[in-house]
């Protein structure tokens, strides 16, 4: 996300080569005809500068005498940039300005003595102006360009200009644009100091910007831009503080119809999805929602700030949907970034990380709706976010290769596909590799490590049981979780390390029969189950998961003790209703069938109560048929077994109504006894509209309801 504050202009900077030869008969005959009018309007012939013809000669001479490398004789640039001086000073208009300043700058850059003072001073400028100017187009070109070579030439232009020492507002622009040039130059290649040196940049730019400038708003979020891409990289709230600040006051600088005032909006939403990932503020997400949203609407197609604020508003659609279970909010934040990825040219920057938006947001709505579609798109999305980056781009390529990871290993362990799995294994390790101890976000990466090891360990095991390799693998797991968990202050998703480390150590007593392993399997699920907060979407997992530990205690030891720790461990994942509802079914059914294998039948009967109660949920008609059928296949025994722990209690009347409502799910997805909504949506569309209105109120209502439901 960038705020330009540069000037624009119709040419490119040219590469020059300063060896004064034009080539060939055909570049000489050309450049002695521009020369012509050039000489013709300096005495007076306007027309011989102003005829269309002269900018015909001037792009045909471009053409012919540019090498194979796209550089081109400076004395051909010389000579154009006379003639659009002339051109300029004969009455073209200001568009002429900006191209003649750029182009005279280049040959002044190549041979100071082509170009005196007085031919800048007759376009009203000097020749730090035209570095300003020129190193603003660079930078333009470097945003929408693969090419490291621009941003470099960008960031020496714009050190020139300022070394100039402007005064005021003008010194200002010069130091954010320089700014903003460091922080790209350090994401996209993790450079040196970049970043410390946009940071000194963009705090300089803010405190030489006098108050209410044009400028200011670009200075102060460009300053915040640099400010949050640090807390990307490191992990420390203090500068997500500070970029929450900049952006404020820049939201203010950019008020009554400002250029930026849109942008700037939308990157303050952007800050406050941050701190709401770090914090859980509900607030916070439902702000920088607000915000994005907004800024989104203030936008058209075509608006050079367009694909931004969608991929903006998709993001933080799809944290706000996966935290609180919204369906209406995941549906629009698919849109949204599908909506930014239309917008963007290809080889621009930017597409590799909207890819990776658009990746991210149906991983989310798989993990809510479980559709399949989603899953196999989402894989394609990463895929092509990894293809679009730059092999010199070691920090994006890193945080690539894990989302890759993780979408590779749902896929393969939804398939039990081994090629999936291990391209999940082989990703994981290489964002690892690619972020070396100290990193911010190696734990993160080693976390997705020891996942991806155990899922390819369960496959072997499945396919191979009894393998020595199958346990090299669960070791490899439990070192990457052990030092994930032990870097804690930069560990993003402490519980999901905690819980993924226990069930590691689980799989491996379960292998190997250690008892230490079971010991610390339960101590890190236990740790992980401690340190979630109580709404957050992974407590139902990590749950089932603490669950599944003690119930391998208890049939080792046979203790009440540990039988009911299993239970509660179940039961509190059976109502964190935030969480998919998958999981929360897996709960409610291990609950119950632990209960009832103790002939605990009232226990159990209330487990599989719950179970048959989420039923419709996880088969709901959103759904693909076929991801429908899937679903209610994998519970196919959960209304009769709960017939049968009701009756052990002599409820048969009860007994009776799980039946029938089981029985209701099995045969309304059977005979499809009700339409679908694309059918509604077809044959009468406002009732469609209608009725998506009133299911994203009801999932507003359930987000609101949720908190208290759990306390019951």
């Known amino acids: 996300m960038v705020c330009e504050m540069a000037m624009s202009g119709e040419s490119e900077p040219e590469r020059l080569v300063t060896a004064p030869d034009a080539g060939s008969d055909e570049a000489g005959e050309l450049l002695g005809e521009l020369w012509h009018r050039i000489e013709a309007g300096s005495g007076g012939d306007a027309g011989a500068v ?24 400076v004395e051909v640039v010389h000579a154009i940039a006379i003639m659009r001086v002339i051109r300029f000073l004969s009455g073209a208009g200001d568009d002429e300005r900006s191209p003649a300043l750029s182009l005279l700058t280049e040959v002044w850059r190549a041979v100071p003595e082509l170009v005196s003072d007085d031919v800048f001073a007759a376009l009203g400028a000097r020749a730090d102006d035209g570095l300003a100017l020129l190193g603003s187009e660079l930078l333009q070109r470097a945003q929408l360009s693969a090419d490291r070579s621009l941003l470099d030439q960008a960031v020496d232009v714009l050190e020139e200009a300022v070394r100039a020492e402007p005064a005021g507002d003008e010194l200002a622009g010069r130091l954010s644009n320089l700014g903003l040039a460091y922080r790209l130059r350090a994401e996209r290649y993790g450079v040196g100091d970049d970043l410390r040196s946009a940071l000194a940049a963009g705090e300089r730019s803010v405190s030489v910007c006098p108050e209410g400038a044009f400028e200011q708003a670009g200075c102060l979020a460009n300053l915040a831009d640099s400010f949050l891409a640090r807390f990307e990289r490191d992990s420390d709230p203090r500068d997500l503080r500070q970029a929450l600040a900049a952006y404020r006051a820049a939201v203010v600088a950019a008020r009554d119809g400002h250029p930026l005032e849109v942008v ?17 503020h509900q607030e916070d997400i439902d702000s ?33 949907a996966t935290w609180n279970n919204l369906r209406g909010d995941i549906e629009a934040a698919v849109t949204a970034c599908r909506n930014a990825l239309d917008a963007t040219a290809p080889g621009e920057p930017a597409a590799s990380v909207r890819w990776s938006n658009l990746s991210a947001a149906l991983h989310d709505r798989y993990e809510l709706l479980r559709a399949r579609d989603d899953l196999d798109d989402a894989v394609a999305a990463a895929q092509s976010a990894l293809a679009g980056a730059g092999p010199h781009t070691p920090e994006h390529r890193a945080l690539l290769f894990a989302n890759v990871s993780n979408i590779l290993r749902i896929r393969g362990d939804l398939d039990d596909d081994r090629a999936d799995l291990e391209g999940a294994v082989d990703s994981a390790r290489s964002a690892v590799k690619l972020s070396p101890t100290g990193h911010a976000e190696r734990a993160n990466r080693l976390n997705n490590l020891g996942t991806a090891l155990l899922s390819r360990f369960e496959a072997e095991q ?78 139902a997992g990590i749950a089932l998961n603490l669950g599944s530990a ?86 196919a025994t959960v209304s009769r077994d709960a017939a049968a722990a009701l009756l052990a209690t002599a409820d048969p009347a009860t007994a009776l109504a799980h039946l029938e409502q089981g029985r209701a799910v099995l045969w309304t997805q059977r005979l499809d006894l009700r339409s679908g909504p694309a059918a509604l949506h077809h044959t009468a569309p406002e009732l469609a509209e209608g009725l998506d209105r009133v ?5 507003g209502v359930n987000a609101v309801v949720t908190p208290s439901l759990r306390q019951h």
């Open 50 to 73: 102003l005829d269309e013809t002269a900018l015909r000669i001037a792009d045909r001479l471009l053409r012919v005498t540019a090498t194979s490398s796209g550089e081109t004789p």
């Open 264 to 280: 700037v909006a939308g990157k303050l939403g952007i800050a406050l999805k941050e701190r709401f990932v770090m914090s859980g």
């Open 288 to 320: 920088a929602v607000d915000l994005c949203a907004r800024a989104a609407a203030s936008v058209a197609p075509g608006d050079v700030f367009y694909a931004q604020c969608q991929t903006n508003l998709g993001s933080a659609l799809a944290v706000r």
């Open 462 to 539: 499945r396919q191979n049981p009894g393998t020595g390799a199958a346990v090299d693998l669960l070791t490899e797991g439990i070192a990457a979780l052990t030092e994930a968990t032990r870097d804690d202050a930069r560990n993003s998703n402490l519980v999901g390390s905690l819980s993924t480390l226990g069930l590691l150590l689980l799989k491996r007593f379960q292998h190997a029969g250690a008892a230490d392993d079971l010991t610390a399997a339960i101590e890190a699920s236990s740790a992980a189950v401690a340190a979630c907060p109580a709404e957050h979407p992974l407590l």
């Open 550 to 635: 003690w119930r391998e205690a208890f049939e080792h030891r046979g203790t009440d003790a540990e039988r009911a720790a299993a239970i509660r461990s179940w039961q509190s994942g059976t109502v964190a209703a935030t969480s998919p509802s998958v999981f929360r079914l897996a709960c409610a059914r291990q609950w119950a069938e632990l209960a009832a294998e103790q002939r605990l039948w009232h226990l159990a009967a209330e487990g599989y109560g719950h179970a048959v109660a989420l039923l419709p949920v996880v088969s709901w008609r959103g759904l693909r048929r076929l991801d429908q059928e899937n679903e209610l296949m994998r519970q």
């Open 695 to 699: 299911r994203a109120a009801l999932d």
